[in-house]
């Protein structure tokens, strides 16, 4: 477990990295903001406040602390030698925030020796900042966070998202209709480390998306994880590309198993 004193200066780093980044977001966005670049499919973009807001935050952070490792959407990537990486995605929500559409977001997490240890995640449209620290809970605005009690399946309110490429959303919508039936309705925010967040909240019973990569959920999942949800892939793995499952206990296990059925780790 690492020291409590390493605990509060990577939270309070991430902490400052978000809410400066949000800030930047929020603030600076210009009316007539455009696509700067595209990854996976045309539909799958990048603008320039995307790469403004990673400039941002790795310049924060490699000032601070210089031997430590980053790993951020927009394609920072660098080694380091003190066992702490960053887990950045620098605006989750990218779309969204695109359009106008107020679901977006600044994930910052902080991982020692490969497990998350810190999670912060700002959602500026909202005026609501999540955290949590490995084993000290997880906080919306300071104040402590407990996930909803789990309903009976049916009842269930389900989280989602979708990739970008033809093949993966054909399938990914397959799923969906399957779904759907089976629970009390599915919802599509369009920003998976939000969705995470109000898992955490009780505003979501439950979460699972295909595709995720490791900035999208490396802070989410910590703060789901210590609100009381459940994390997971496919049974019996962890959260991973292939499949990202949270719910609280009771819920968890028949969305995993019901996703499992359904194929919903695979194109």
Not at 52 to 80: H, M, N, Q
Not at 93 to 117: I, Q
Not at 150 to 155: D, N
Not at 199 to 210: H, K, M, N, S, W
Request: glycine share 14%; with cysteine; aromatic share 6%.
């Amino acid at each position: 477990m690492p020291s409590p004193e390493l605990l509060d200066e990577l939270l309070a780093l991430a902490l400052d990295a978000a809410h400066r980044a949000g800030a930047l977001l929020r603030d600076g966005r210009p009316a007539d903001l455009g696509v700067a670049d595209t990854k996976s499919s045309p539909v799958d973009v990048v603008t320039e406040m995307d790469l403004a807001s990673e400039k941002l935050v790795l310049e924060l952070i490699t000032g601070s602390r210089p031997d430590d490792g980053y790993l951020g959407e927009e394609g920072a990537d660098r080694p380091g030698t003190s066992g702490v990486r960053w887990v950045v995605d620098p605006l989750d929500g990218t779309v969204n925030y695109l359009y106008g559409l107020p679901s977006w977001g600044v994930s910052v997490a902080a991982e020692l020796d490969g497990r998350a240890v810190v999670g912060v995640v700002a959602v500026p449209s909202r005026g609501e900042t999540f955290h949590a620290v490995l084993g000290g809970g997880a906080h919306l605005n300071g104040k402590p966070l407990s996930t909803r009690p789990a309903p009976p399946w049916g009842q269930a309110l389900i989280g989602t998202g979708f990739g970008y490429l033809t093949a993966r959303r054909t399938h990914q919508a397959e799923v969906l209709f399957a779904l759907m039936p089976e629970v009390r309705d599915i919802r599509r925010a369009g920003a998976a480390a939000v969705d995470l967040c109000d898992v955490a909240a009780g505003r979501l019973d439950g979460f699972y998306e295909r595709g995720l990569q490791p900035w999208d959920h490396a802070a989410g999942l910590l703060i789901a994880a210590e609100a009381g949800a459940l994390c997971g892939g496919r049974p019996g793995r962890p959260a991973d590309g292939g499949l990202t499952v949270t719910a609280p206990p009771g819920v968890f296990e028949p969305l995993q198993a019901r996703l499992e059925e359904l194929g919903a780790w695979h194109d």
